[in-house]
């Protein structure tokens, strides 16, 4: 007790320093030139692709979306996207505690209450054919933040326009462009054994431009906010080069490589044993952009990427898993601007291989490689049938097939969406719609011996959304989205394995950005969710009623500081009263910058500032468990770092 109480005092302690550092480079920033102070802007009103696939302002995208910019990133010193998204509106991460192996392989995150998420980068799946389970990424694929510009994360189903498994959402990562020479250096340490060493190089010049980047991160054992210790190693390593080249100002071409691996190992307090495992995942990307005139233009994409998975624990082979998939992705899109109209229509192609023989079920028994594809179509107009009212309208064929195995067929699928917008004002704008969406079973569910279903079918069911959005000035934004989600045919698991189930959805998500002067700007959300599914624990107390999120910024000359956070209220499921470490809990996030020259750059940050203790993920609810059965987060940490820039 003695022990938690001196941990939470020093990260007051350590909360404190931030706070004296960021007054003092304050004071130290009082000589900065008016230039300096002219230099510093906020942009609320950030432009998007992901709401329609052109480029929209957000006021304007007439979509639940939500935009973490690269100013962001850098005020809160975020070093992974899953640090980006905890506080977006509507967004919820179930992670296994802070053991950073078992999430390598497990981290889920739900949007609107759904599991099943797409997960873009530039556009461009990096998952496919996941089925239910698309919300569970390898985490080591996002630990590298310096590569990013933004992120985007669009709320409710996108089928339409992205294809199987957009139920939840969309997650959209835009990479960084190739503007300028420069080079960063980038070291951080802090508790937890935690250290983090960081390159990126990029330059340009005339036609070809470069970036290269690698990233070396280490985390160990850490402590809960009761002061409990748990078990933990895991070593990531990140590394990727991009080239573009500019045949003229109108048609670009891009090629790049990103590797990611991880290794990891550790102790499960809850099934008490050691568990091992790794993660490799290599990517090729080639895009294509052409703008043929001011109303038409393509861009051609190739990505392939290869994804090697091990997970293991000791005298527990019902955890024991090893992945080993390839990936080849191909998008093709034309978009035609006019006046009236704003069209998109393509072709995705996607293609998966279990690289690994295995022996299916369904089968006699003899080893095979099981693949699957699915070639769609689709065409989406947003018309502007009046002045100031908009009709949208989209169109989306499925075609799948599977190889490798027997069982069902996979059935191909037509989606639809339809939405109707009013621009009430030139700073009120009214839209309502409804959008399909269609998931296919994953490579996993439909083969694997001890839970496949090769009969399993593929998910189906629809959004219905009501949205506004309200821009007070150029300084105020505020949109509020209600939606209602209705799963006719969902993919679920029991004992037996998985099946088909039947589930909805419904709340409302709202926003308000802000800018408080020269100096400051804020964010801040609430998201409302009633969810239940067949066959689906997020009902068992997983499921948030409520959860508030925050941010706070401000930037001075060489200053730079920020709070964010969320609060979680818990809705409780009166089967399993005490199933966690608390209900509703508030997770706090300091960080503080000073620049001494243009050239470096001193950061800290203090993560879960008031050592709260909660937890994401619980054994308690099962016939098993006992009190306490559950995966601790992370108490209070800190990190310490320097950048320097040449």
């Known amino acids: 007790m003695m022990r938690n109480s001196y941990k939470k005092k020093f990260c007051l302690a350590a909360a404190s320093s931030i706070m004296a550092m960021s007054f003092a480079g304050y004071a130290f920033a009082a000589d900065a030139t008016a230039d300096d102070a002219d230099t510093m802007e906020f942009t609320l009103d950030s ?32 070093s992974s996207v899953e640090e980006v998204l905890r506080t977006v509106p509507g967004v919820q991460f179930m992670n296994y505690g802070g053991n950073g192996g078992m999430n390598a392989n497990m981290s889920g995150i739900r949007i609107n209450g759904s599991k099943e998420v797409v997960v873009l980068v530039d556009g461009v799946r990096v998952n496919e054919f996941q089925g239910s389970d698309s919300g569970y990424f390898f985490a080591a694929l996002t ?21 199987s498994g957009a139920k939840g959402g969309v997650i959209n990562i835009i990479t960084r462009k ?13 508790n937890f054994s935690t250290r983090q060493y960081k390159l990126n190089t990029q330059g340009r010049q005339g036609k070809v431009g470069y970036h290269v980047y690698y990233d070396d991160k280490h985390s160990g054992d850490f402590k809960d906010g009761s002061g409990k210790k748990w078990q933990s190693d895991i070593d990531s390593k990140s590394v990727g080069l991009k080239v573009n080249y500019d045949i003229t100002a109108d048609h670009k071409l891009s090629l790049s490589y990103d590797r990611t691996k991880s290794d990891f190992n550790g102790y499960d307090y809850i099934y008490h044993n050691n568990y091992r495992g790794d993660y490799k995942n290599d990517s090729i990307t080639f895009k294509d952009d052409l703008t043929l005139s001011d109303k038409w233009s393509n861009s051609f994409t190739y990505r392939r990427s290869n994804t090697e998975g091990k997970y293991a624990q000791n005298n527990h082979t019902l955890f024991n898993a090893d992945a080993d998939y390839t990936y080849d992705f191909i998008s093709d899109q034309v978009t035609y601007l006019t006046n009236r109209h704003n069209v998109v229509f393509g072709v995705d192609y996607a293609h998966g291989k279990d690289n690994a023989a295995k022996a299916l079920v369904g089968t006699s028994g003899k080893p095979a490689n099981f693949k699957m594809k699915n070639t769609s179509y689709y065409v989406q107009d947003d018309w502007k049938i009046i002045p100031h009212v908009t009709l949208s309208g989209g169109l989306r064929y499925d075609r799948p097939s599977n190889s490798g195995q027997t ?9 639809k969406s339809y939405k109707l917008s009013w621009d009430i004002t030139d700073k009120d704008i009214l839209y309502a719609g409804r959008s399909d969406f269609f998931i296919l079973p994953s490579m996993y569910q439909l083969t694997n011996r001890q839970y496949g279903n090769a009969s399993l079918k593929p998910a189906y069911g629809r959004t219905s959304t009501i949205g506004y959005s309200k821009s007070f000035d150029d300084y105020n934004i505020f949109t509020f989205n209600w939606f209602e989600t209705k799963t006719e045919r969902g993919i679920g698991l029991t004992a037996a394995g998985y099946v088909n189930t039947k589930g909805m959805s419904r709340g409302w ?3 308000f950005m802000t800018q408080l002067g020269e100096h400051w700007n804020a964010n801040i959300g609430w998201g409302h969710l009633y969810q239940y599914e067949d066959e689906d624990t997020y009902s068992y107390g997983y499921s948030p009623k409520d959860l508030a999120t925050f941010a706070v910024y401000y930037d001075y000359a060489k200053v730079k500081a920020g709070l964010d956070g969320y609060y979680f209220f818990r809705r409780v499921n009166p089967n399993y009263p005490n199933g966690w470490p608390a209900d509703d809990y508030a997770i706090f996030n300091m960080s503080a910058s000073y620049a001494p020259t243009k050239n470096i750059n001193i950061y800290a940050k203090v993560n879960n500032l008031f050592d709260k203790m909660y937890s994401e993920r619980t054994h308690v609810i099962y016939a098993t468990g006992r009190p306490g059965d559950w995966y601790s987060m992370p108490g209070c940490s800190f990190v310490l770092g320097m950048q320097v820039t040449f």
Do not use: C, F
Not at 50 to 77: F, G, L, W, Y
Not at 143 to 163: C, F, K, P, Q, S
Not at 407 to 415: D, I, R, V
């Open 178 to 190: 190739i503007n300028d020479n420069k080079t960063s250096i980038d070291v951080s340490a802090g």
């Open 407 to 415: 069982g069902a067929t996979l059935e191909s699928h037509t989606s």
């Open 47 to 78: 432009m998007v692709v992901t709401a329609s696939r052109i480029p929209t302002k957000i006021t304007e995208a007439k979509a639940d979306i939500s935009v973490i910019t690269r100013k962001d990133i850098e005020q809160m010193h975020m």
């Open 509 to 511: 998500n709202a926003q």
């Open 143 to 163: 630990n590298n933040t310096d590569n990013i510009e933004r992120v985007e994360v669009l709320r409710g189903g996108a089928g339409t326009l992205y294809g």
